[in-house]
């Protein structure tokens, strides 16, 4: 074939798939508003914070990593999380030395960017190295305004009916997507979870699989929130649609993180690190 044609074939190939990566719209019928438009090129401090909450970047209490600033990058147009093989000693308040044996990296939009009912969709690729978890989540703000002190039920997932300090609804944490690398790639999470997190916890849960998806491959998870139903969606199509009286009617802000242990077992000695999460593109609609 000619040089010059297959190059321009090529080209032009690339350009329709970017065009329809910036084009797409929620699977979901209606006249939508794009609110947010994330193209990962940089950095943006005004939209994003280091981490998982709003906390300082301390080591959860459930894994064996630590979030680093470092762990956290912008590449062509990507952000990616990496987890690799690292160590800390943290001094708690306790003043009780932990051992950390790695490091990952989350952000998180608290503080800078919530929104209440539509459409979020983010494409996605994940790790494959043993003994990982990558989320794509949201969890309540419920202050008033950004500027409103952060107080103990700020992120509480409980139905608070009265409050004077916050904003009163049903809170919940929404997994939009979560995946462990020891199962199959093909194989993902979803789940809501509300009432706190002990003796009244309450879920909905389940995993489903994507038959068409190889490991090089990025997925566009979504997640369709209204104040009667949440829809989960991979790649457009609908993989689930919750079956709950109670629907989370209070703002959220979103999370984007690695992890290493917790809820992922099979470590095989973490051979295959570092590893990455890779992380496209995030938008978020709301309806007109």
């Known amino acids: 074939m000619n040089k010059i044609l297959l190059s321009f074939l090529i080209l032009t190939f690339f350009h329709i798939s ?13 006249k939508w508003e794009l609110i947010l438009n994330e193209e990962f090129n940089e950095f943006n401090p005004k939209l994003w914070s280091y981490g998982d909450s709003w906390k ?23 952000l990616i999380l990496t987890t690799k093989k690292d160590e800390l000693l943290y001094l708690t308040k306790e003043n009780k030395v932990r051992k950390y044996e790695f490091s990952t990296g989350a952000i998180n ?25 990558s989320a794509f989540w949201l969890m309540p703000d419920r202050r008033i305004s950004n500027d409103d002190e952060v107080i103990k039920n700020t992120r509480s997932t409980f139905n608070i009916k009265k409050s004077k300090k916050l904003i009163p609804g049903k809170g919940m944490e929404i997994d ?7 199962w199959d790639h093909k194989k993902f999470s ?13 879920s909905f849960e389940g995993r ?9 491959d990025f997925i566009r998870f ?8 949440l829809i989960w969606f991979a790649n457009g199509q609908q993989v689930v649609e919750s079956s709950l009286d109670r629907i989370a009617d209070v703002p959220m802000y979103i999370i984007l993180n690695g992890f290493v242990g917790g809820w992922a077992k099979d ?8 590893d990455q999460m890779e992380v496209d593109y995030l938008r978020v609609w709301q309806k007109i």
């Open 18 to 30: 970017v065009k329809a990566k910036s084009n797409t719209i929620p699977p979901v019928s209606g």
């Open 190 to 202: 979803y789940a809501v979870h509300w009432d706190g997190y002990k003796d009244d916890l309450k």
């Open 208 to 216: 489903y699989n994507i038959k068409k998806h190889q490991k090089q």
């Open 176 to 182: 939009i997507m979560e995946h462990l690398s020891e």
């Open 56 to 78: 300082d970047p301390i080591p959860p209490l459930n894994a064996i990593n630590f979030f680093n600033n470092e762990n956290v990058d912008f590449k062509d147009g990507r």
């Open 267 to 274: 470590r095989k000695e973490y051979e295959d690190l570092p």
């Open 109 to 133: 939009s608290f503080g800078k960017f919530k929104f209440k009912y539509g459409y979020i969709e983010a494409a996605i690729k994940n790790p494959v190295a043993k003994g990982l978890w």
């Open 222 to 229: 979504g997640l369709y929130w209204a104040p009667e139903k």
